[in-house]
């Protein structure tokens, strides 16, 4: 395996400081299509084979949205299912941020149905599109600046994709990747020293991922359909490079911009795109795999939402306990890539 170095002897980083108003995660929810699709499904069609998949993936399967279902719909489910976690209703909520590139359609917002059908009727509605498989953690970054301020005490992310509506399904190169998954948190007050400690995000464009036609670049007509350019194009050999170059170094930053050092870090929420990835980069920060809870080998990637179904797992199962650290880290099409360092503290009243 490649390390990235060196590591230990990466130059301090200015911390951006604890927020002012100390914010955390209240409540957490994840929703899943019921329709399971294994990789035998996936090889009665594609040139592949189930051992090929799991050994370059770790995916033995994911889940597909059924024909009648969209992305908002999973989101509603997952934001449901994190506001009954965190004991809020729906017109406490101030501030709905919802980060997927796989939208119900271009207008209207994504974020505007969701706050519509569970009735957030004064939710600030924001949606990220084009963050990818980084918005999970864009998304909390963002809710967490929002609740420094005085007009806002609880704010909703939600992560989600559809991505089996953009992958070819005749493209092994990316079909056997990606399933559909929504994820979901609610973030509020919580208590002193506890919270979003520090954060560390970075870019750098690159068309290695991307959907080329259905922009104003190249609007959708007969040839971009002809050539298949809606759907999701992908170098693998270029999102290894990034994800082994930047992910490390934006954890470590993070870390060490909170004051901490990795042996202080309890759960490693890592996203989900492939399981020898996720275990490349635990090998470069010398972290042990059982700190680091995965979702992979039965979701697949799902983009956005991944960061979520990591942290739903671990939490659900009582793995996070109050005073635990955690870090949420990513990097989505673009490139852009994200972590957030967090100490798990209780709700504080609003």
């Given at each position: 395996?490649?390390?990235?170095q060196p590591?230990p002897n990466?130059?301090?980083?200015?911390?951006?400081?604890?927020?002012r108003?100390?914010?955390g995660?209240?409540?957490?929810?994840?929703?899943?299509p019921?329709?399971?699709v294994?990789?035998?499904?996936?090889?009665?069609t594609?040139?592949?084979?189930?051992?090929?998949?799991q050994?370059?993936?770790?995916?033995?399967?994911r889940?597909?949205?059924?024909?009648?279902?969209?992305t908002?719909d999973?989101?509603?489910?997952?934001a449901?299912?994190?506001?009954a976690?965190?004991?809020?209703t729906?017109?406490?909520?101030?501030?709905?941020?919802?980060a997927?590139?796989t939208?119900?359609?271009?207008?209207?917002?994504?974020?505007?149905?969701v706050?519509?059908?569970?009735g957030?009727?004064r939710?600030?509605?924001?949606?990220?599109?084009q963050?990818?498989?980084?918005?999970?953690?864009?998304?909390?970054l963002?809710?967490?600046?929002?609740?420094?301020g005085?007009?806002?005490?609880?704010?909703?992310v939600?992560?989600?994709?559809?991505?089996?509506?953009?992958?070819d399904?005749?493209?092994?190169?990316t079909?056997?990747?990606?399933?559909?998954?929504a994820?979901?948190?609610?973030?509020?007050?919580?208590e002193a020293?506890?919270g979003?400690?520090?954060?560390d995000v970075?870019?750098?464009?690159?068309?290695?991922?991307?959907?080329?036609?259905?922009g104003?670049?190249?609007?959708?007509?007969p040839?971009?359909?002809?050539?298949?350019?809606?759907?999701?194009?992908?170098?693998?050999?270029?999102?290894?490079?990034e994800?082994?170059?930047h992910?490390?170094?934006?954890?470590?930053?993070?870390?060490?911009g909170?004051?901490?050092?990795?042996?202080?870090v309890?759960?490693?929420l890592?996203?989900?795109?492939?399981?020898?990835?996720i275990?490349?980069?635990?090998?470069?920060?010398?972290?042990?795999?059982?700190?680091a809870?995965?979702?992979?080998?039965?979701?697949?990637n799902?983009?956005?939402?991944t960061?979520?179904?990591?942290?739903?797992?671990?939490?659900?199962?009582g793995?996070?306990?109050?005073?635990?650290v955690?870090v949420?880290s990513?990097?989505?099409?673009?490139?852009?890539?994200?972590?957030?360092?967090?100490?798990?503290g209780?709700?504080?009243?609003?």
């Amino acid at each position: 395996m490649t390390v990235v170095q060196p590591l230990p002897n990466l130059l301090p980083v200015a911390s951006p400081g604890p927020l002012r108003v100390p914010v955390g995660i209240w409540g957490v929810g994840v929703h899943t299509p019921t329709r399971v699709v294994t990789n035998e499904d996936l090889v009665a069609t594609l040139d592949t084979s189930d051992e090929w998949i799991q050994t370059r993936t770790g995916i033995r399967e994911r889940r597909y949205l059924s024909d009648s279902e969209q992305t908002s719909d999973m989101c509603v489910a997952a934001a449901q299912e994190a506001m009954a976690h965190a004991g809020v209703t729906a017109a406490e909520v101030d501030a709905i941020v919802l980060a997927t590139f796989t939208h119900d359609q271009p207008l209207p917002s994504t974020a505007l149905m969701v706050k519509e059908a569970i009735g957030a009727q004064r939710a600030l509605a924001l949606d990220l599109n084009q963050a990818a498989c980084a918005g999970g953690v864009y998304g909390l970054l963002v809710a967490a600046h929002l609740l420094r301020g005085d007009g806002f005490r609880t704010v909703l992310v939600i992560g989600a994709e559809a991505l089996s509506r953009v992958t070819d399904p005749t493209d092994r190169r990316t079909r056997v990747f990606f399933g559909d998954a929504a994820g979901a948190v609610v973030m509020g007050r919580t208590e002193a020293g506890a919270g979003v400690l520090s954060w560390d995000v970075g870019s750098s464009l690159s068309y290695a991922v991307q959907v080329p036609a259905g922009g104003t670049r190249r609007p959708a007509g007969p040839e971009t359909i002809a050539e298949r350019a809606h759907y999701l194009q992908m170098d693998g050999r270029a999102v290894w490079r990034e994800a082994t170059q930047h992910l490390p170094h934006s954890i470590v930053r993070a870390v060490r911009g909170a004051g901490l050092e990795l042996a202080d870090v309890d759960h490693f929420l890592l996203h989900q795109a492939n399981l020898v990835l996720i275990k490349e980069v635990l090998h470069t920060l010398g972290v042990p795999l059982d700190r680091a809870p995965t979702t992979v080998e039965r979701l697949g990637n799902t983009g956005a939402a991944t960061v979520f179904t990591v942290l739903h797992q671990a939490m659900s199962r009582g793995a996070v306990r109050p005073g635990d650290v955690m870090v949420l880290s990513a990097i989505g099409a673009g490139f852009l890539w994200g972590s957030l360092c967090l100490r798990h503290g209780g709700n504080v009243s609003h």
